[in-house]
C-alpha cells in the first residue's frame, strides 16, 4: 500500500478503483436529509475530475441565523460585495486546515486561513445560537 495508516478516525479508501461505483451513486441521487440542504463541490489543485461534493443539512428550526447565512454564502445569492470588501460567497474559498482523520475548515472569504470573515449581517458577526 505504501501509505502510512491514519491513526484518526477517518479511513483511507481508493476512490479511484471505486469511480464506476461512485458515479453510479451520484445518478441515484443524493440522500433526502431532514432539514434543508445545500451543498459544496471541493476541487483539488484545479483538478475538476476529483471533484467531491460535501452535502450540508441545515436546521434552520434551531440555528436560523447560522443556517441561513451558511445557505446564502454557499449558494452565492448575493452579488456585490460584502463589508470586509470580498463577495459574499464560498466560491473559490480556501480550505485553510485539516486535522487528518478528524476535520477540515474553510470559509474564511475574507484572509482565507481563518483568522478573518464576513457574513450576510455585516463583518461584525452575529450572535451566538444555543443549540
Known amino acids: 500500500m505504501g501509505r502510512k495508516q491514519d491513526p ?10 471505486r469511480k464506476k461505483e461512485m458515479l453510479e451513486q451520484r445518478v441515484a441521487g ?16 484545479n483538478r475538476t475530475e476529483q471533484t467531491m461534493r460535501l ?5 434552520i428550526e434551531h440555528v436560523p441565523l ?19 470588501g470580498q463577495p459574499l460567497t464560498f466560491k473559490r474559498s480556501r ?9 477540515l475548515q474553510g ?7 481563518g483568522r478573518g470573515g464576513d457574513s450576510i449581517y455585516g463583518a461584525g458577526g452575529f450572535e451566538d445560537e444555543p443549540y
Open 8 to 17: 484518526g478516525l477517518a479511513v483511507f479508501v481508493d476512490w479511484a478503483a
Open 30 to 45: 443524493w440522500p433526502n436529509l431532514p432539514g434543508n440542504q445545500v451543498y459544496l463541490d471541493l476541487v483539488i489543485d
Open 55 to 59: 452535502v450540508f443539512a441545515l436546521f
Open 66 to 84: 447560522a443556517a441561513a447565512n451558511f445557505f446564502h454564502l454557499a449558494a452565492h445569492t448575493f452579488d456585490g460585495l460584502g463589508e470586509a
Open 95 to 103: 480550505i485553510h486546515r485539516i486535522v487528518r482523520g478528524q476535520f
Open 107 to 113: 470559509g474564511d472569504i475574507t484572509l482565507h486561513d
